[in-house]
């Protein structure tokens, strides 16, 4: 009997300790959620390995905090994410709701995200312009939050000279966002009641488009663009009382379309040897240092410039200084508003009203005067047309240019291009110098009338007699621009007598790559050249083309002898604009499949060096290309490579461009191929065999190699090192040596940096700084600075030591 | 009516109750006030730290850029043990002395009371340790150059190899007179009355 109580005793003790769950049983509890949506609505308590419909209770589940989330229906938008507590023994309920926005575009209520990230679409964009010499990295990455369906942007950065913390955006309690109306010097905030005189210059040319909007009750027809007539009047009223209304606080930044971060430094080396710029950047100096010594800028796709300081405290933040709207931004959102009033739209659709990436640049404004310009384009720009449902609800995959459609009252296309000038890099010191879009708002006298009773109208607006008379030639060549996802390139020509130019590469209304050569103070053209190229919008979308200028032979300053730029067509070229010349057509790429030739399409910034070839000096040009190959799984599908050029070798060549195919001897690793006299190139892979490699950062030059930093998947091989791999490859471009570095079980994300010890510093997707001293590869670091008389002082770096 | 004991003891407890969040809330809020005001007075003091040890580096700036005709060059040999600071700094000190007829490291004591102290030291980068250890202490090593044209030379100067793509983040140029460039590390260190410490340092290049 004893031995029998002994025994159920043991039985008991034993189940305890196998079956705890049953001892803990009492600190369990539940969840239930009820949704107000469609039917296909569901929710998860366990990150989506269980869904579950609306009302269903969970199963029994410990105490503790779950985040609730909840999947993605079409043609609706999914509610945020929710943090619930589980009690003891309690059923923790809540209501959520599916929003529908009617027969258009889904968004959130809060307008700050976008539908995709654009590297969901093309993977390596946007990324960072590979930086040199300098200390601080900032980049972005794709942020989910606040719905289950719909894709933000978050920015992060790290200070090199402080630590090698990975910071993150703090939105300041009180937000300063900008706009520009056409009377103010100075942008005002969104509630600011006070406006001054204009100074600056802009531009609108009407877009010519008949019957441009049918309404049907009351049926009304309205050309070009009236939004002076009542009905639509009131739209633009509603958008702007839409931007005053909502605040960005809390939320994420946008989509950053094809547009990458720049930091920018009160300095720029390139400019030292120009009279008075010295004494400018020294005075930007103490200005800086107010938001720790840089500002991060940042534009996304619902139409804003972001500005960041990197405060200097270590509370692993970093915060937003202001966000300025663009004219030709601005101007977009009545589309948006026209959109959503008549599709009956609930929400406001999102318009993508800035995706390119900024140029910022100082430029000479009169004897020894300079200004800091912030420019660019604002991007794919719109066929005066709305995403489709799908295109919201999409979350992977890059289809979303085909989605786009076209509503049948609406023809055309819009397109902007400005420069805000930040010498003043304060919220009430920013200004929008110049701004040039092809939406005309009113008639005859812009949209002021709409936003404001301000005087001294100084708008400038054309009219279809002028443009076609040719009276102003100095603007009306904007009305050819459909898009420019392309970084604009800054310098001068001439000598004692400097021009400043912009030259920005587009898309034409003839479907061709066209350059647009513009007075960076004014937005003046100068000139443009279309190139007998055609130009495919699509292909452009996913893999914008790339120009870049480089500093000539003997020369430190951005004088423009040498712009290259590689079209999405697969054509590189070399333009002399200091020479006046024609741009040369060099070289064209493309890549075959199953005996069907294709364009090959660069996929990151570019650089340039010169290197010395049996006793001479040339000049090489390095970037990085992607194209596909038959086959999938086993070294099939999409591709890169690096592509290296001669150029002095390939301009000597009689019979220019030089067409080539390339990647048809790639497989091996590590290793450069000749594909003619002037290119080879080397596949970016780990190994062979379906286990590629994307570039993370521009390729660059240091001190006589050519490095590029690559990541990518590792299926086959070595177990121990399948899955993601980040490498770098530091190739020496004379002999074709490659060296090389893997981390394995890690993905490199968000660009490179070089800092001015020479240590290359790479973030990785789990939070982690890779850095990499290139003195290890036998690598110094270059000189910065310095001047051409006995006592010029130049300076190597500055940082804060504790 | 008449008023309840029970309710009227009620009522005592309720009004010593709220005194007594109301107590606690007060001391709180002053807490609070008392830690704001704390810390905008170290951020001010952060300022005049920043302040103060900035303008020390642009002293050694200008006083380096004014006697730089006359400094020796030629690569320096470090002597004696390279792991200990208080041998190798003094041995990479220009030969330059301030208004004052200091030798390097200078005092500087001009912003009290706010600031107690600056001390500017300034190094020369072109030596050698004969090893490659490494120690914070150690300036980065830069060798003179010449600085002259797009081939440059040993000094990091040239164009050769070096990326040329014209952008701000690309913090590289390329000298084009005649001379010679001089890599100095100017180090700064401003402290206050209170002990708290703040230090810049900067790499600058000058051509001889």
């Given amino acids: 009997m004893k031995k029998r109580a002994f025994l159920f005793a043991g039985i008991i003790l034993l189940s305890m300790c196998l079956f705890p769950l049953e001892s803990s049983s009492a600190d369990q509890g539940y969840i239930r959620i009820y949704i107000n949506g469609p039917s296909e609505a569901r929710w998860s308590y366990n990150g989506g390995l269980t869904w579950l419909s609306s009302g269903v209770r969970s199963p029994r589940i410990s105490v503790g905090t779950y985040t609730v989330t909840f999947n993605s229906v079409s043609g609706w938008v999914s509610p945020s994410s929710l943090s619930l507590q589980v009690t003891k023994n309690k059923t923790t309920e809540r209501t959520v709701t599916y929003q529908q926005g009617g027969g258009g575009a889904q968004v959130p209520d809060k307008w700050t995200v976008w539908a995709q990230p654009s590297y969901q679409g093309s993977e390596y964009s946007p990324l960072v312009f590979t930086l040199v010499n300098r200390n601080i990295l900032a980049w972005v990455e794709s942020d989910k939050t606040p719905t289950a369906s719909v894709w933000g942007s978050t920015l992060k950065m790290v200070d090199f000279s402080r630590s090698e913390s990975i910071r993150q955006v703090e939105f300041p309690g009180t937000q300063r966002y900008l706009y520009s109306t056409q009377s103010n010097a100075v942008m005002n905030t969104l509630d600011a009641n006070v406006k001054t005189t204009m100074t600056d210059t802009r531009f609108v040319i009407p877009e010519l488009v008949q019957s441009w909007l049918t309404l049907a009750n009351p049926v009304e027809t309205i050309a070009n663009q009236q939004f002076t007539n009542s009905t639509v009047g009131a739209w633009v009223t509603s958008w702007i009382s839409f931007l005053k209304t909502y605040t960005k606080a809390g939320l994420p930044l946008s989509d950053t379309g094809h547009a990458s971060p720049v930091v920018t430094w009160p300095d720029n080396a390139w400019l030292n040897g120009l009279p008075g710029f010295t004494t400018f950047s020294d005075g930007l100096v103490a200005t800086y240092a107010n938001y720790g010594g840089a500002i991060i800028f940042l534009p996304t796709t619902d139409g804003i410039i972001h500005a960041f300081g990197v405060d200097s405290d270590s509370d692993g933040y970093f915060a937003e200084l202001w966000g300025a709207m663009p004219l030709s931004s601005f101007l977009f959102g009545v589309y948006q508003e026209m959109l959503k009033q008549t599709q009956s739209l609930t929400l406001h659709p999102r318009i993508p009203t800035l995706g390119a990436p900024i140029l910022i640049h100082d430029v000479e404004d009169g004897q020894g005067g300079w200004v800091r310009l912030l420019a660019g384009a604002t991007g794919e720009g719109v066929n005066l047309s709305v995403k489709r449902a799908a295109a919201w609800d999409t979350e992977t995959g890059r289809s979303v240019s085909s989605e786009l459609g076209d509503p049948g009252s609406v023809d055309g296309h819009a397109a902007g291009v400005f420069a805000l000038d930040i010498t003043d890099p304060a919220y009430n010191g920013i200004k929008q110098r110049w701004s040039v879009t092809n939406i005309d708002l009113g008639g005859g006298d812009g949209f002021l009338d709409l936003v404001s009773s301000a005087t001294s109208n100084a708008w400038t607006k054309t009219s279809y007699s002028d443009i076609n008379s040719g009276s102003l030639p100095s603007f009306a060549g904007y009305r050819t621009l459909v898009m420019s996802l392309s970084r604009p390139v800054a310098g001068y020509t001439g000598d004692s007598s400097r021009v400043w130019h912009m030259v920005l590469l587009g898309i034409d209304t003839g479907n061709k790559f066209r350059l647009y050569n513009i007075n960076p103070l004014t937005g003046e053209l100068i000139g443009t050249t279309q190139l007998n190229e055609i130009a495919a919008s699509g292909t452009e979308i996913d893999f914008p083309s790339k120009i870049g200028a480089v500093a000539a032979w003997g020369e430190s300053t951005p004088k423009l002898e040498e712009i290259y730029f590689y079209l999405s067509n697969g054509s590189f070229y070399a333009w002399d604009l200091d020479a006046g010349t024609a741009p040369q057509s060099l070289l064209n790429l493309e890549y075959r499949v199953s005996s069907v030739y294709y364009n090959a399409e660069v996929v990151q910034e570019f650089d340039g060096t010169f290197l010395e070839v049996e006793g001479e000096i040339h000049r090489f040009i390095a970037f990085v290309i992607r194209l596909e190959k038959a086959g999938e799984g086993q070294g099939g599908g999409t591709i890169y490579g690096a592509i290296l050029i001669d150029v002095t070798k390939l301009q000597s060549q009689s019979s220019l461009p030089e067409s080539l195919v390339i990647g048809g001897s790639w497989g091996q690793t590590n290793v450069f191929n000749t594909e003619s006299e002037s290119v080879s190139s080397m596949y970016l892979a780990e190994q062979m065999h379906g286990n590629e490699s994307y570039p993370v950062s521009a390729p660059f030059f240091y001190d006589g190699k050519l490095i590029i930093t690559a990541t990518g998947y590792i299926s086959t091989g070595n177990p121990s090192q399948r899955g993601y791999y980040g490498k770098i490859f530091i190739v020496d471009p004379l002999t074709g040596d490659v060296q090389t570095e893997t981390a394995y079980g890690t993905r490199f994300v968000g660009g490179a940096l070089v800092d001015e010890s020479g240590v290359l510093r790479i973030p990785t997707a789990d939070g982690q700084i890779l850095s990499y001293d290139l003195a290890d590869y036998g690598l110094d670091v270059p000189g910065s600075g310095g001047g051409a008389n006995p006592g010029d002082v130049g300076t190597i770096y500055w940082k804060m030591t504790n | ?208």
């Fill in chain 2, 1 to 208: 009516m008449k008023r309840q004991k029970g309710k009227r003891g009620f009522a005592l407890i309720s009004v010593l109750v709220i005194m007594l969040i109301l107590t606690f809330m007060s001391a709180i809020i002053m807490d609070l006030t008392l830690n704001a005001h704390s810390t905008s007075m170290e951020m001010i003091q952060d300022k005049k730290l920043y302040n103060a040890a900035q303008s020390g580096i642009k002293y050694g700036v200008s006083l380096l850029r004014s006697n730089i005709d006359g400094l020796a060059s030629g690569t320096i040999d470090i002597t004696g043990s390279v792991s200990t600071k208080d041998n190798v700094l003094p041995q990479l000190r220009p030969a330059i002395t301030n208004g004052s007829g200091q030798s390097l490291p200078w005092t500087i004591t001009s912003f009290a009371p706010a600031v107690s102290a600056v001390e500017v030291d300034v190094l020369d980068c072109d030596y050698s340790t004969g090893g490659t250890d490494y120690y914070s202490f150690l300036p980065p090593v830069r060798a003179a150059g010449s600085a002259g044209g797009g081939g440059g030379s040993s000094g990091g100067l040239s164009q050769i190899g070096t990326s040329g793509y014209l952008d701000p983040n690309r913090n590289i140029t390329f000298l084009s007179g005649s001379g010679t460039s001089r890599f100095f590390v100017v180090r700064s260190t401003a402290t206050s009355v209170g002990g708290r410490t703040l230090s810049i340092e900067t790499m600058v290049v000058i051509t001889q």
